[in-house]
């Protein structure tokens, strides 16, 4: 059981939908991402928020929002998405950001499987 | 951006050594990264590098090379629990991962 968590695990939305990913991290890390996982594909870094403030935005979609109101706390607020959206969407903490290797390894959620109709 | 190859897939027999290679083409350089997930699971740390040579821990070596941009993870005494996708990633400010090879290790 890791320390980071996902709800909701599975999600079935259509296009015109609004709903929100909830990740919650029990680590007291400082740092979180949400990853996109497609089948097949690379994991695609799309958000990171260090202490509350995003510090990178990997030229995501705005119809995806992301939301962190505490270092504990991440949202992903999701509004009319397109089919090709559906994908594995995960949540990972770290201690901090930076390039500090060993014991900065990222704790990743179970994900939430998202599909949209 | 960055380029990080790993094969796709490789099958194993229960017992036997498998090594997954992973090449990658960066700017810069701050470490290596392998991760395990197991089908419907999230991703779980197994090593990293940063820098030449290898790291044991346990059934699970890594192995890295920076002057030829290439790492290899290598599981010996392999288990049927073994079987997963295994992830390469590469740190350049940002974490940037591989496509994952799925592993099967068969009886």
């Known amino acids: 059981e890791t320390g980071v968590t996902q709800t909701p695990r599975h999600l079935v939305m259509g296009m015109t939908n609004k709903k929100s990913l909830k990740c919650e991290q029990h680590l007291g890390h400082n740092a979180m991402y949400w990853y996109k996982q497609s089948a097949k594909k690379p994991l695609e870094l799309m958000f990171v928020y260090s202490l509350e403030e995003r510090v990178e935005n990997n030229s995501v979609p705005s119809r995806f929002s992301p939301e962190c109101p505490n270092s504990s706390h991440l949202f992903l607020h999701l509004h009319t998405l397109q089919p090709e959206d559906s994908a594995l969407y995960l949540c990972?903490?770290?201690?901090?950001?930076?390039?500090?290797?060993?014991?900065?390894?990222?704790?990743f959620g179970p994900g939430t499987r998202l599909t949209v109709l | 951006g960055q380029n990080i190859d790993q094969p796709t897939e490789m099958t194993a027999t229960e017992g036997a050594i498998v090594q997954i290679n992973c090449t990658y083409q960066?700017?810069?350089?701050?470490?290596l990264f392998w991760y395990q997930q197991h089908a419907g699971e999230a991703p779980t740390f197994l090593s990293y590098?940063?820098?030449?040579g290898l790291e044991e821990k346990g059934r699970f070596s890594s192995f890295l090379s920076r002057s030829k941009g290439y790492s290899y993870l290598l599981l010996k005494e392999l288990q049927m629990k073994d079987s997963a996708s295994y992830l390469c990633?590469?740190?350049?400010?940002?974490?940037?991962f591989g496509a994952g090879t799925t592993v099967t290790v068969r009886a």
């Open positions: 990633a590469v740190r350049e400010g940002k974490l940037s």
């Open positions: 590098n940063v820098l030449d």
């Open positions: 960066t700017s810069g350089f701050n470490g």
């Open positions: 990972a903490s770290s201690p901090y950001i930076g390039s500090e290797g060993k014991g900065n390894e990222q704790f």
